[in-house]
T-cell receptor, first 111, second 114 residues
Framework: GEDVEQSLFLSVREGDSSVINCTYT??????LYWYKQEPGAGLQLLTY?????DMKQDQRLTVLLNKKDKHLSLRIADTQTGDSAIYFC???????????FGQGTELSVKP | NAGVMQNPRHLVRRRGQEARLRCSPV?????VYWYRQLPEEGLKFMVY????????ESGMPKERFSAEFPKEGPSILRIQQVVRGDSAAYFC????????????FGPGTRLTVL
């Protein structure tokens, strides 16, 4: 079945860029997703990328997709303390329906 | 526009009791999904429903768990005879009926089994 892997922790200083990486084993879906979870809260849809794109930029967020290597990354420019959260990569399984989530990357932003 | 609503936000049950978790999707969404998040883990898919139909229940435990999404009213995830291992955050998501994948999540119900 589908497997999605992320590194567990990332620590950066305020103002730096953060890059969160994700690898997946297989996806035939048209979209791949990034969600953000703050402590005790639900998941907020951050951004997504269409599978025929290599890159998508949305304000401070840049998503890169390498379909050949099955690698997805999320770059946050000018990281702020309010960006501290857990970030999940999610890949739809079998063309829709259930999402397969990575373990989540806990981003810690130090002032 | 209201997003996905879940209630209760927090639920405490003793072992052996029943837990009922409710989810109202975004208005106009007819697809509902339930996920479970165990402490320090990512989300695991449980079940995918459309109105009055279970589409995919491959992530549901075989016993004690059931889900429904009736023609009227919210989707319900029901856990009978809860055990301590059921303690987790349960998230509901909904997506539009136009076939796009994008799922919007509710705030979750945090179940604690004593």
């Amino acid at each position: 079945g589908e497997d999605v892997e992320q590194s567990l922790f990332l620590s950066v200083r305020e103002g730096d860029s953060s890059v969160i990486n994700c690898t997946y084993t297989d996806s035939s879906s048209t979209y791949l997703y990034w969600y953000k979870q703050e402590p005790g809260a639900g998941l907020q849809l951050l951004t997504y990328i269409f599978s025929n794109m290599d890159m998508k930029q949305d304000q401070r967020l840049t998503v890169l997709l390498n379909k050949k290597d099955k690698h997805l990354s999320l770059r946050i420019a000018d990281t702020q303390t309010g960006d501290s959260a857990i970030y999940f990569c999610a890949v739809p399984y079998n063309q829709g329906g259930k999402l397969i989530f990575g373990q989540g990357t806990e981003l810690s932003v130090k002032p | 526009n209201a997003g996905v609503m879940q209630n209760p936000r927090h639920l405490v049950r003793r072992r052996g009791q029943e837990a009922r978790l409710r989810c109202s999707p975004v208005k106009g969404h007819s697809h509902v999904y339930w996920y479970r998040q165990l402490p320090e883990e990512g989300l695991k898919f449980m079940v995918y429903l459309q109105k009055e139909n279970i589409i995919d229940e491959s992530g549901m435990p075989k016993e004690r768990f059931s889900a429904e999404f009736p023609k009227e009213g919210p989707s319900i995830l029901r856990i009978q005879q809860v055990v301590r291992g059921d303690s987790a955050a349960y998230f509901c998501a909904s997506s539009p009926s136009d076939g796009t994948d994008t799922q919007y999540f509710g705030p979750g119900t945090r179940l604690t089994v004593l």
